[in-house]
């Protein structure tokens, strides 16, 4: 058995061989993760953290009122606790938050009112990745991070869909000889949605962390002679010949779509929490006008009122660190704990992983 910082100095370095990003941060970034030392809720930053179930960001829209399909290419980084220079999301906006940890990706989803976070109410958002239309990512300049092996690491493959009411973010950690990083951060199937591309369990009005067997890679599926096939998003676009003389429709994709993901992954090892705060006054947050120095921890703000309960937010006498009893194994289809069919497949499980041809016993 492997102790923990072992495992984590090996990880890291498989990580590092493998997944993570080569480029630089972008520029309205900082050059690694940092807890703020201001609350600016006119930040441009594009830095995005996975750390823990109250600690990550998302990107959503930087003006107020927008469509996702019409910003994703300048979305800004919004974080539950104040880091990154990134604007800070106010308590009570989460109704629901799951935080899962596989060997292959981190990811969370959930649901709010993220009107909150300027997007236009109604709309059913799209998705945020690395790549867009041009290569330079949706947003450009955008930047993941986790601190899945015990430090930060800037990875090279993720995946944010955003709507006015759901979420879901996969920062894609490890790959092995099956799975590439890539594959399990498909970031070509925006029309297919949250719990098609990313399934987990949403259930909503709670709050779990859970560890749990990696998904099948977005669009594969296993068939009954044990191959696979790949789903490809339908689409149908116009084409000019060489001579300029001809116009017309090419379609790819299939006319049928799967009803559901390949499978959804058995997890264990759940705590549920109240719910998720940072403290710091919702009417602070909601100053655009002006830049507030802050301290880590700080919840009181001079002439600004502090919260009072309200929905999403922390009960009298809770805390984002109150939290039951652990519920191991459950998840959406109260599926048990251990390796699924698709995670043998896959040589992928919560308790071991295959990465780079080492396999560790967790």
Sequence with gaps: MLSLAVLGAVLASVARAQVTATGTMGVTNPTA??????????SMARLVSINA???FCLFAPPEPDSVIGETEDREVAWCVQPRNNARVIPDGTFHAVHF???PLYWQVQGWGDFTKLNIKAGDQGGELDPHGATGLGNPVGGNVT???????????????YMSFQQFCIRICIAE??????AEQCQHTLDEMGCNWVMPGDYTNGTFTECEADAAYPPGLYVLKNGSTSTFAQRYTGTYTDKAHSTTGLFTVGQTVTPSSAMSVPAS??????????NGIPTALLM????????TSGQTSFEGVPENTAAAGDSKDGESSSDKAAPSAGSSAGKAKSGA???AAALGISAFSVVLGGLAILL
């Design 33 to 42: 993760p940092v807890v703020n030392e201001n609350i600016n809720q006119t």
């Design 53 to 55: 179930i109250d600690d």
């Design 146 to 160: 986790t601190n899945a092996t015990g430090t930060d690491v800037n990875y090279e493959e993720w995946m944010n």
């Design 268 to 277: 264990s090892k759940c705590t549920t929490y109240s719910t998720i705060s």
């Design 176 to 181: 092995n000889d099956k799975v590439t990083a």
């Design 287 to 294: 100053q655009t006008d002006k830049v507030v120095p802050y």
């Design 100 to 102: 899962v940890k596989t």
């Design 340 to 342: 699924s069919p698709v």
